[in-house]
């Protein structure tokens, strides 16, 4: 498959790989978006900033091991989210691709 531009029209025969990617990207915002806040903080700064639990510690004000306990309980909860909303569909969502 090539590289698409951002702003490119998706093609037909490439309909369904955008909507399961819209639906993907849903349901990750959907069960991260749900996350209490101090779990979220520490989700998003693992995750997504790829920082390490010693640098989201200094950063959020707690130590090590309160960020790994946060941690471990966002995962489970985003994957439990996820897990029990495989079948749902999100509403009409466009991805600019």
């Known amino acids: 498959m090539e590289n698409i531009a951002v702003g490119e029209t998706v093609s037909r025969s490439e309909q369904p790989l ?7 990207s849903y349901q ?8 209490p806040f101090v779990a979220r903080e520490v989700f998003v700064l693992s995750e997504y900033e790829r920082l390490k639990p010693i640098e989201i510690a200094t950063i959020v004000g707690t130590d090590v ?15 439990n989210t996820l897990t029990s909303g495989l079948n749902r ?9």
């Open 18 to 24: 955008k909507r399961k990617l819209e639906r993907s």
């Open 28 to 35: 990750v915002r959907v069960a991260v978006g749900g996350l």
């Open 65 to 79: 091991e309160t960020v790994t306990a946060r941690l471990q309980s966002a995962r489970q909860r985003v994957r």
């Open 89 to 97: 569909d999100p509403p009409d969502v466009e991805l600019r691709v």
